[in-house]
């Protein structure tokens, strides 16, 4: 990450904000742009290409709809 702020505004979830050091993604809100576009946003802005799945978190396209639907659901 290189800090250049071009994913945090492509993020539909608002799951990406400013860490310590480099950006990070909240887990909890991160739909990998399941429910909004075809393929993760954040990833296709990315000018290093540096935003890798995360291997400690496998979701299935239904768990990340699912997660979609619950964050679309208003309080």
């Excluded at 399941?34 to 400690?56: S, T, W």
């Amino acid at each position: 990450c290189i800090n250049c702020d071009v994913c945090e505004p492509a993020c539909p979830n608002e799951a990406i904000y400013p860490g310590e050091d480099i950006y990070e993604i909240d887990p909890a809100r991160c739909t990998e742009c399941v429910g909004h576009f075809e393929e993760p946003q954040c990833r296709k802005v990315c000018p290093v290409d540096c935003i890798p799945l995360d291997p400690a978190r496998p979701e299935s396209r239904e768990e990340l709809l699912l997660k979609f639907e619950r964050l679309c659901r208003p309080d």
